[in-house]
């Protein structure tokens, strides 16, 4: 990986944000493009919202790329562009919460700060035998505590390294590679035979459906476009103008849009078939529903805009939205 043994706390933090909730193999194209296009915190402090948020696309988590741009113009402003070389500094950023500030203050300024990811924590669990669930305070605070403990002093970065890697490789959570382990001997899972029970699961987390009802009111080179501005979900992010609704839109359709619009001088032309997206705690429910007005030149659209469809690839779109455009060949 481009990011093993890297000393640039830039670099270490931009990877970290983009690997956070992120596959490895999903994550490492946009670190490349992110790396290259911004090569300093300078430049990515200086750079259009827009553009970063259209650098991002694809990626989730938005907010993450919203703090990563302002802790940039953070840094750029507050720091004199130069990274904050401690854990007690690092925390303060926004976006970076314990995991990151310990990954940048001991890979980049080797202080002794242990790392705590589910890679650690489940190595840590097996060994030690411990059945706390890692996402409550009481195992939060044993894992915190362990680590520390247990952190070689004289290579912090190093050994941070090798205990993450050691459970993303060999430690795995199916099938773990125990045959050859050094820890076999003493490893209370093993032991014991408990192996799948540690680390203790999390709890389960309620998921919130959402019904998202989409219009596409277009003429032959202009569409209508939203900003998500609220505090929600794709924050910053652009789209189609949207309602929602609390369950799935079958009936009195023309009559919501109009309620929406404040406007009943249009015709639904068609619908698309509903599409999901999952998020963490969420499944997005979208419809896609295709709108001509009498008069698209007066027609207005709520909060939102007209732009050149030749234009519509300058935005950034959740995902959902961004497939049917693609679908409908407009990006
Ligand atoms: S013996 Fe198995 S469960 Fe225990 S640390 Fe090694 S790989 Fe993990």
């Not at 500094?89 to 310990?102: F, M, P, Q, R, W």
């Not at 794709?234 to 849009?257: G, H, Q, V």
């Not at 309620?259 to 997005?284: C, M, P, W």
Request: aromatic share 12%; net charge positive.
């Amino acid at each position: 990986m481009p990011w093993k043994g890297e000393k640039n706390p830039y670099f270490i933090w931009l990877s970290e944000i983009i690997l956070q909730q992120t596959r490895v193999e999903q994550g490492l194209p946009y670190f490349l493009n992110f790396k290259q296009k911004y090569p300093t915190v300078k430049h990515l402090a200086e750079a259009p919202e827009d553009e970063v948020m259209k650098l991002w696309q694809g990626l989730g988590y938005y907010s993450r790329a919203r703090n990563l741009h302002e802790t940039a113009k953070n840094i750029q402003t507050n720091h004199n562009g130069k990274f904050p070389s401690s854990f007690e500094e690092l925390i303060k950023l926004k976006g970076v919460g314990d995991y990151t500030a310990s990954a940048i203050a001991s890979f980049a300024f080797s202080e002794i700060k242990a790392v705590v990811d589910g890679n650690v924590i489940r190595v840590l669990a097996r060994v030690f035998g411990i059945d706390l669930p890692p996402d409550t305070t009481a195992g939060k605070k044993k894992f915190a505590t362990l680590s520390q403990e247990l952190i070689d002093e004289h290579e912090p970065g190093p050994y941070n390294q090798a205990i993450m890697d050691f459970g993303a490789v060999v430690c795995t959570p199916q099938n773990p590679g125990c045959d050859a382990c050094p820890f076999q001997k003493f490893c209370v899972a093993y032991q014991q035979n408990r192996i799948d029970e540690l680390p203790v699961k999390k709890k389960k987390i309620k998921i919130q459906e959402r019904y998202f009802n989409y219009l596409v009111i277009k003429s032959k080179d202009e569409i209508y476009i939203r900003k998500r501005t609220d505090s929600d979900i794709w924050k910053n992010l652009y789209e189609l103008p949207m309602f929602e609704t609390s369950k799935p839109l079958k009936k009195n359709i023309k009559e919501a849009i109009a309620g929406y619009l404040t406007n009943n001088n249009f015709e639904i032309t068609a619908y698309s078939e509903g599409s999901v997206q999952l998020l963490t705690h969420r499944k997005i429910h979208a419809q896609f529903i295709e709108i001509e007005p009498q008069s698209f030149k007066k027609f207005r659209a709520a909060d939102a805009q007209k732009v050149k469809l030749t234009h519509l690839d300058n935005f950034a779109f959740p995902k959902t939205v961004h497939l049917y455009l693609k679908l409908k060949n407009l990006v």
